[in-house]
């Protein structure tokens, strides 16, 4: 019978691929846990968003807006304009978290985009913007970037 003799310089070499496959390993298995990770925080991020958007003040909003009734007091309406400003407040920062990638674009897209696009598009709410950007131009900008952003993906789904 043969027997095997392995040298020491043989063997270090077989721990060192084991350790190397070892290594990748940890760092796979490291990358999988921190993209698991960031995906339950966006979705703990859009349950936290969808539950502000779902209060009774922004859904009583959100429904005025999507049936094209007067918003403000002084339109007939039966919101403040810090009532509207809470809300846009809540894009402001929906669009923050977006592009810091906290929350993916398609989760973005299908959870606010109608919602968004609606409010976007209101008349109402575009006077108001202007009304308020005279004294400050910087004003609820995310709120213009996250709807044209959303525009843009709205018209790529629509051709693709």
Do not use: C
């Not at 999988?32 to 979705?43: E, G, K, T, Y």
């Amino acid at each position: 019978m043969k027997s095997i003799e392995i040298k020491w310089k043989d063997f270090e070499k077989i721990l060192r691929i084991i350790e190397v496959v070892a290594i990748i390993g940890g760092v796979m298995f490291a990358a999988v846990q921190i993209r698991d990770l960031r995906n339950d925080q966006s979705a703990q991020l859009m349950l936290e968003f969808n539950k502000e958007l779902n209060s009774d003040l922004n859904a009583n909003l959100i429904t005025a807006i999507e049936d094209n009734k007067p918003i403000l007091k002084e339109s007939g309406g039966e919101f403040t304009t810090t009532d509207v400003d809470r809300y846009l407040g809540v894009y402001e920062l929906l669009n923050t978290v977006s592009i810091t990638g906290l929350i993916s674009d398609d989760m973005l897209y299908n959870a606010f985009a109608y919602d968004i696009l609606k409010t976007y598009q209101n008349q109402e709410i575009k006077n108001y913007l202007a009304k308020i950007r005279q004294e400050d131009s910087s004003f609820f900008r995310g709120v213009d970037a996250l709807a044209e952003d959303l525009l843009k993906a709205e018209v790529y789904k629509n051709n693709h």
